[in-house]
C-alpha cells in the first residue's frame, strides 16, 4: 500500500514539477456533497509513473497548482466517469484535463455495458475484484483509516491497466477517432452544463408549459441564491415537487401558498413573502419571455415510431458492439423524430443526426422511415432476433 502522502503546499509543488513531465495520467477524487452547496473535495487519488499519490485538500487548502497541472497540454487524463473531475477543474482553472479517457465510455464504445460501474469493468477487463467496502464513507475525517486508503488507491491503482485492455479493442474496431469526438462532447456538455441556468433539471416539470415554466424559472433562481448564500443543497430549501406544485397553481397569494401541503415548515414559511415575490415575477412575464418546452410534440406517430426504432438502434449496437445506451436513449430518438419531421421542437441538431452516431444508426434511421430497409424477426431466440434487410430499388 505504499504510496505518496501529499498533505503540504510544498510536497505538492514538488509532484506538480514530476506532473509536468508525465505522458499519462490517472485520477479519481473523493468528495462530499450531502450537505453544502457545492460538493466539498476531500481526496484526490493520482497514479502517474507507476506512482500512486494521495493529496489531502482539507491540509492544502490551494490545489490550482494542482488542477493547472493536470489541464495543461503534454499528457494523457485517464478517469472514470470523470464528469465530477471536470467540475473541479473547471472551476479551479477554467479548462478540462488535458487529454481526457474516460474509460467508462470507451467501454461502452467497445460493446461492454455502458453504464459500467468501476469494479464491473476490471473485473470484466482484468479478471480481478478490487475492495469497493468504502462507497458510502465519510471522506472528511481524519486521519483516514487503512481500509479508506487501500479503496482511495484501489480507485486509481487500476485506471492505466484498464486504459490498455481497452485500446486493444480500440485498435481491433477501429475507433479511436470516436474516442476523441466523445470526449470533446463531453467536456462541451460539462462546460456548458456548468455555464447554464439548470432550472429545467427541477424533476416533474415536464409538463407544464408557458407561465408555469415561468414561474418554476423564477423560483429556481430564488432557491439556487438562498441555497448558496446557505451553503446548503438547493433541495433542501424547497423541494422539487414544492416548486412544481407551487408553479402549476401559478397564484402569488400568500393564503394560497401557504396552504400546499408540505409548506408548513417553519423555515419556509419565514421564506412566503420571497416565495410570493419569485412567482409573482413569473407571473409578470409578458408571453414572448415565457420558456418552451423542449420536449417534441406528443404526436401520435412518435410513440409507435419511438419504440420501433428503438428496438432497431438496440440490434444494430448489438451486432456492431456498441453499448445501445451510449448511443441514444428513448428522448434522444424522439428529439430525433422531431427533428426529422420538422416539427420546429429542436433548436439544434440531434446527437443521433451528428458525428459517429449518424454513422452507427442516425443515417439508418433515414432510411429506415423512407422505406428503404426493412426489419423482419430472424432467429427468435438469438440475443438479437431482429434483421434488417435493404430493400431492392427498382
Same mark, same amino acid.
Given at each position: 500500500?505504499?504510496?505518496?502522502?501529499?498533505?503540504?503546499?510544498?510536497?505538492?509543488?514538488?509532484?506538480?514539477?514530476?506532473?509536468?513531465?508525465?505522458?499519462?495520467?490517472?485520477?479519481?477524487?473523493?468528495?462530499?456533497?450531502?450537505?453544502?452547496?457545492?460538493?466539498?473535495?476531500?481526496?484526490?487519488?493520482?497514479? #502517474?509513473?507507476?506512482?500512486?499519490?494521495?493529496?489531502? !485538500?482539507?491540509?492544502?487548502?490551494?490545489l490550482k497548482p494542482f488542477w493547472e497541472a493536470i489541464a495543461r497540454p503534454?499528457? *494523457?487524463?485517464?478517469?472514470?466517469?470523470?464528469?465530477?473531475?471536470?467540475?473541479?477543474?473547471?472551476?479551479?482553472?477554467?479548462?478540462? !484535463?488535458?487529454?481526457?479517457?474516460? #474509460?467508462?465510455?470507451?467501454?461502452?464504445?467497445?460493446?461492454?455495458?455502458?453504464?459500467?460501474?468501476?469494479?464491473?469493468?476490471?473485473?470484466?477487463?482484468?479478471?480481478?475484484?478490487?475492495?469497493?467496502?468504502?462507497?458510502?464513507?465519510?471522506?472528511?475525517?481524519?486521519?483516514?483509516?487503512?481500509?479508506?486508503?487501500?479503496?482511495?488507491?484501489?480507485?486509481?491503482?487500476?485506471?492505466?491497466?484498464?486504459?490498455?485492455?481497452? *485500446?486493444?479493442?480500440?485498435?481491433?474496431?477501429? +475507433?479511436?477517432?470516436?474516442?476523441? =469526438?466523445?470526449?470533446?462532447?463531453?467536456?462541451?456538455?460539462?462546460?456548458?452544463?456548468?455555464?447554464? *441556468?439548470?432550472?429545467?433539471?427541477v424533476s416533474g416539470n415536464s409538463g407544464l408549459k408557458g407561465r408555469s415554466?415561468?414561474?418554476?424559472?423564477? &423560483?429556481w433562481r430564488w432557491r439556487e441564491a438562498e441555497a448558496q448564500q446557505r451553503?446548503?443543497?438547493?433541495?433542501?430549501?424547497?423541494?422539487?415537487?414544492?416548486?412544481?406544485?407551487?408553479?402549476?397553481?401559478?397564484?402569488? =397569494?400568500?393564503?394560497?401558498?401557504?396552504?400546499?401541503?408540505?409548506?408548513?415548515?417553519?423555515? &419556509?414559511?419565514?421564506?412566503? !413573502?420571497?416565495?410570493?415575490?419569485?412567482?409573482?415575477?413569473?407571473?409578470?412575464?409578458?408571453?414572448?419571455?415565457?420558456?418552451?418546452?423542449?420536449?417534441?410534440?406528443?404526436? !401520435?406517430?412518435?410513440?409507435?415510431?419511438?419504440?420501433?426504432?428503438?428496438?432497431?438502434?438496440?440490434?444494430?449496437?448489438?451486432?456492431? =458492439?456498441?453499448?445501445?445506451? &451510449?448511443?441514444?436513449?428513448?428522448?434522444?430518438?424522439?428529439?430525433?423524430?422531431?427533428?426529422?419531421?420538422?416539427?420546429?421542437?429542436? +433548436?439544434?441538431?440531434?446527437?443521433?443526426?451528428?458525428?459517429? +452516431?449518424?454513422?452507427?444508426?442516425?443515417?439508418?434511421?433515414?432510411?429506415?422511415?423512407?422505406?428503404?430497409?426493412?426489419?423482419?424477426?430472424?432467429?427468435?431466440?438469438?440475443?438479437?432476433?431482429?434483421?434488417?434487410?435493404?430493400?431492392?430499388?427498382?
Amino acid at each position: 500500500m505504499s504510496h505518496l502522502n501529499i498533505c503540504t503546499p510544498e510536497r505538492l509543488a514538488g509532484f506538480c514539477q514530476q506532473l509536468a513531465q508525465a505522458k499519462q495520467i490517472a485520477l479519481d477524487t473523493e468528495f462530499v456533497s450531502e450537505r453544502t452547496y457545492r460538493p466539498v473535495l476531500c481526496l484526490v487519488q493520482v497514479a #502517474v509513473d507507476g506512482e500512486l499519490a494521495l493529496i489531502d !485538500p482539507l491540509a492544502v487548502k490551494d490545489l490550482k497548482p494542482f488542477w493547472e497541472a493536470i489541464a495543461r497540454p503534454g499528457h *494523457e487524463t485517464i478517469v472514470h466517469a470523470g464528469r465530477g473531475e471536470l467540475e473541479f477543474c473547471f472551476h479551479a482553472v477554467g479548462r478540462p !484535463p488535458a487529454g481526457l479517457f474516460d #474509460v467508462q465510455i470507451v467501454a461502452g464504445l467497445v460493446g461492454i455495458e455502458y453504464p459500467a460501474g468501476y469494479g464491473t469493468l476490471i473485473s470484466k477487463l482484468l479478471g480481478q475484484k478490487p475492495n469497493k467496502a468504502e462507497t458510502r464513507t465519510d471522506w472528511r475525517q481524519r486521519p483516514l483509516s487503512r481500509r479508506q486508503i487501500q479503496y482511495a488507491l484501489d480507485d486509481i491503482r487500476y485506471l492505466p491497466a484498464l486504459r490498455e485492455e481497452l *485500446e486493444s479493442r480500440l485498435t481491433r474496431l477501429q +475507433r479511436q477517432a470516436w474516442v476523441a =469526438e466523445e470526449m470533446a462532447l463531453v467536456v462541451e456538455e460539462v462546460q456548458w452544463a456548468m455555464s447554464q *441556468e439548470r432550472w429545467r433539471r427541477v424533476s416533474g416539470n415536464s409538463g407544464l408549459k408557458g407561465r408555469s415554466l415561468a414561474i418554476v424559472r423564477e &423560483l429556481w433562481r430564488w432557491r439556487e441564491a438562498e441555497a448558496q448564500q446557505r451553503n446548503c443543497p438547493a433541495r433542501r430549501v424547497l423541494r422539487d415537487d414544492l416548486l412544481v406544485e407551487l408553479a402549476r397553481r401559478e397564484t402569488a =397569494e400568500i393564503q394560497r401558498i401557504a396552504a400546499v401541503r408540505g409548506l408548513d415548515r417553519s423555515d &419556509l414559511k419565514r421564506e412566503l !413573502p420571497k416565495i410570493a415575490e419569485a412567482i409573482q415575477r413569473g407571473l409578470d412575464l409578458a408571453e414572448d419571455d415565457w420558456p418552451t418546452s423542449t420536449r417534441p410534440d406528443n404526436l !401520435p406517430q412518435m410513440s409507435v415510431l419511438g419504440q420501433f426504432l428503438y428496438a432497431a438502434l438496440g440490434s444494430v449496437c448489438r451486432e456492431k =458492439e456498441i453499448a445501445p445506451p &451510449l448511443v441514444g436513449t428513448p428522448n434522444d430518438i424522439r428529439e430525433w423524430i422531431a427533428y426529422r419531421l420538422d416539427r420546429g421542437r429542436t +433548436r439544434r441538431q440531434p446527437r443521433l443526426a451528428r458525428g459517429w +452516431r449518424a454513422q452507427v444508426v442516425g443515417n439508418l434511421f433515414d432510411d429506415l422511415l423512407a422505406g428503404k430497409i426493412s426489419v423482419r424477426v430472424g432467429d427468435p431466440n438469438a440475443e438479437s432476433p431482429l434483421v434488417l434487410d435493404r430493400c431492392c430499388s427498382d
